[in-house]
């Protein structure tokens, strides 16, 4: 990689680090769903209106929470000229990345056939918040209003269509058992309302977080430990994971989320492990999407709309 790109993915892991060290056991709430502004603050962007997924979420969620945007839309400087509007004088753009793939088409010298080389790269663009450019601030998008009983339904049909094995017992456990692939969920009547979540929010967060993990076998997203970022501190890494996955799919079906209390066992290897390798954020951020994309794709329902 250039010396540009290794400074970019440094910069992100910075921002990580100094949240993780401020804020605590609270550092994943920037890109988590409010449910005290009855809003999703998941970063948008203003052509597409697609939310940004992956490490993108990340990095715009710790901007937005650091400058005070009231505004979750984002968008190029060509972009906003086309919208017809113009970036004020001097405001800074913020970094954001694109995955993308590149096939080299060359012939063989001998045989004549045509052979393919493809290769992935990582690209820099920069964005705006609209609150920085001369555009009306559109709201940051509101949830409809729904009573309990149909936010509950909404999230147990969509968990349903995972086919996920989940069983209800021991109070105050919850975990996911590779030896039987099932999940384990302390029952309902055991939770407690903490902060801005309801007991129902807590214990569906929760259950999302045990689903991130319900995809990391061999027959589904293959997280194999041996290979992952954070060595003999395997657990730890896995448990990012699942934190970034139960925030990204909280966003989406407009959930609170309390940080999980596994935050404060595994945080100080977190932040020893992405200083010590800043891809390592990279790394868990893109098997959290992969998981949550994984968990979408087994969605039946007609209407139910992928994150992009």
């Not at 934190?243 to 935050?263: D, V």
Request: proline share 3%; net charge positive.
């Amino acid at each position: 990689m250039t010396n540009y790109t290794n400074q970019k993915l440094q910069d992100v892991a910075n921002k990580v680090i100094a949240q993780m060290e401020n804020a605590g056991t609270d550092w994943i709430k920037p890109f988590s769903y409010s449910s005290a502004l009855g809003s999703s603050t998941g970063s948008r962007n203003l052509k597409s209106n697609n939310l940004y997924t992956g490490i993108n979420m990340v990095i715009l969620g710790f901007e937005a929470m650091e400058k005070g945007y009231k505004s979750n839309t984002w968008a190029t400087y060509k972009q906003i000229q086309e919208a017809g509007g113009q970036v004020l004088k001097g405001n800074k753009s913020t970094s954001v990345c694109y995955y993308g793939q590149h096939i080299n088409r060359i012939k063989d010298d001998v045989t004549g056939e045509e052979l393919i080389n493809p290769y992935r790269f990582l690209k820099f663009y920069n964005v705006f918040n609209i609150d920085q450019t001369t555009l009306e601030a559109k709201p940051v998008v509101k949830s409809k209003p729904r009573t309990l009983v149909e936010r509950i339904e909404d999230v147990e049909k969509f968990i349903s269509y995972t086919k996920a094995k989940i069983v209800h017992s021991e109070a105050g456990r919850c975990y996911y058992r590779p030896a039987t692939d099932t999940i384990n969920m302390s029952p309902l009547d055991s939770w407690k309302a903490v902060k801005d979540s309801s007991r129902e929010e807590l214990y569906y967060s929760t259950l999302l977080h045990e689903l991130v993990h319900w995809t990391g076998t061999e027959k589904r997203c293959n997280r194999d430990k041996a290979s992952n970022v954070f060595g003999n501190e395997g657990y730890a890494f896995e448990e990012l994971v699942a934190e970034f996955g139960s925030a990204m799919l909280c966003n989406t079906l407009e959930i609170s989320k309390e940080p999980s209390t596994q935050h404060a066992k595994y945080i100080n290897n977190w932040i020893a492990r992405i200083k010590e390798e800043p891809k390592a954020i990279f790394k868990a951020i893109a098997m959290s999407q992969k998981a949550v994309n994984f968990i979408y794709d087994l969605q039946q329902e007609e209407g139910v709309k992928k994150v992009a």
